[in-house]
């Protein structure tokens, strides 16, 4: 009798345990941060791949370039950075297969990229990702992000993680709508510099990236310069009070 009643019991345990998912991410990235300039979309993001606390990789690409008129940048879970990255390269071939002489815009991009984290996010299957998507197609600009329960937003700059306490305010008082490329390059470069000093997943290692009318680009990996010399970093407690 006993082995009759804990069948039924063994196997529904046994589905439940089948039907799990991974809820929380293991390895990711922080902040990645878009901003439009003169000529089209620059992004930048660094190069840092966080196990749990640990800065234990640090090659790791975060922008890709989508179709022929996309950028792409993720922060969060790396390998469902991964995933989306699949989902786009079926879209972009399905696409072509058409041969129509038509090609996906960013905005089509955006939209398809909102659909699959806000259906992900249903399922309680969510895509660990903020994601960053710019691009230009018939001279028109681009730039959108799309969170990992799918908000999302238009803007002329953009930064996902801590880059939206830290670096939108640097970007809202130095960022115009004529600004340079190397202008451009110079304010993301300080953005990131501020994320290094106050981020403790951030490293100094990265990548820009940007996408014209022309085509795309994505730099080689570089590292910033920084200055650890501020006293406020040798020592954090001065004037500070309390027992400690």
Not at 175 to 184: L, V
Request: hydrophobic share 35%; net charge neutral; aromatic share 10%.
């Amino acid at each position: 009798m006993n082995s009759i009643d804990s069948t039924p019991a063994k196997q529904g345990l046994a589905s439940i345990e089948g039907s799990e998912r991974t809820l929380y991410p293991y390895v990711t990235g922080t902040s990645v941060i878009g901003i439009k300039y003169k000529d089209g979309i620059l992004i930048a993001a660094d190069m840092g791949g966080s196990y749990g606390s640990t800065l234990r990789y640090k090659s790791v690409e975060r922008i890709k370039p989508i179709g022929k008129h996309s950028l792409l940048g993720a922060s969060g879970e790396i390998s469902d950075f991964q995933e989306i990255l699949k989902y786009l390269d079926e879209l972009i071939v399905y696409d072509n297969m058409w041969d129509d002489g038509n090609s996906l815009g960013p905005k089509e991009v955006h939209n398809y990229l909102t659909r699959v984290m806000y259906n992900r996010r249903n399922k309680f299957n969510p895509l660990w990702n903020s994601l960053v998507l710019g691009g230009v197609k018939k001279g028109q600009k681009y730039l959108g992000m799309v969170s990992m329960i799918g908000v999302h937003f238009e803007d002329n700059h953009i930064a996902t993680g801590f880059g939206n306490h830290l670096a939108r305010p640097i970007l809202r008082e130095e960022w115009h709508e004529n600004i340079s490329f190397e202008d451009g390059v110079k304010l993301l470069e300080k953005c990131m510099r501020v994320l290094l000093y106050r981020d403790r997943s951030a490293i100094n290692k990265l990548q820009i990236a940007k996408i014209t009318e022309s085509g795309v680009f994505v730099s080689q990996p570089y590292a910033l310069k920084t200055f650890w010399g501020y006293s406020a970093f040798e020592n954090p407690t001065k004037g500070a009070e309390g027992s400690w």
